[in-house]
Nanobody
Framework: QVELVESGGGLVQAGESLTLSCAIV????????IGWYRQAPGKERELVAIISGGGRADYAGSVEGRFFVSRDNIRTVLLQMNSLKPEDTAVYYC????????????????WGQGTLVTVSS
């Protein structure tokens, strides 16, 4: 059982940078994947960046080369966002996939509350 708490959102101009932070509260074991999704107004939630159990980071094509996901420490996940565009405007959610320690086929998702990023032209 973990809780994810995002912070760092705000209003920025196009071309500027912003870093989001996700604090992991509770038991950190049994996390298969951790990263970030986002949901723009009127759109479906989409994957932004994810770190797999082997440590590999994968990115959506629209952010690759501009955004970077990393572990600042065992309880903090960062999303560095550079060269921001108006189309990056969305609520950004921290995400974790967990597995039961005694039954690895039992998996579930945990979501943060979201933090709003608004990029003006």
């Amino acid at each position: 059982q973990v809780e994810l708490v995002e912070s760092g959102g705000g209003l920025v101009q196009a071309g500027e940078s912003l870093t989001l932070s996700c604090a992991i509260v509770g038991i950190t074991g049994n996390i298969n994947k951790i990263g970030w999704y986002r949901q723009a107004p009127g759109k479906e939630r989409e994957l932004v960046a994810i770190i797999s159990g082997g440590g590999r980071a994968d990115y959506a094509g629209s952010v690759e080369g501009r955004f970077f996901v990393s572990r600042d420490n065992i309880r903090t996940v960062l999303l560095q966002m550079n060269s921001l565009k108006p189309e990056d405007t969305a609520v950004y959610y921290c995400y974790a996939e967990q597995a039961h320690y005694a039954d690895l086929s039992h998996v579930w998702d945990t979501w943060g509350q979201g933090t709003l990023v608004t990029v003006s032209s």
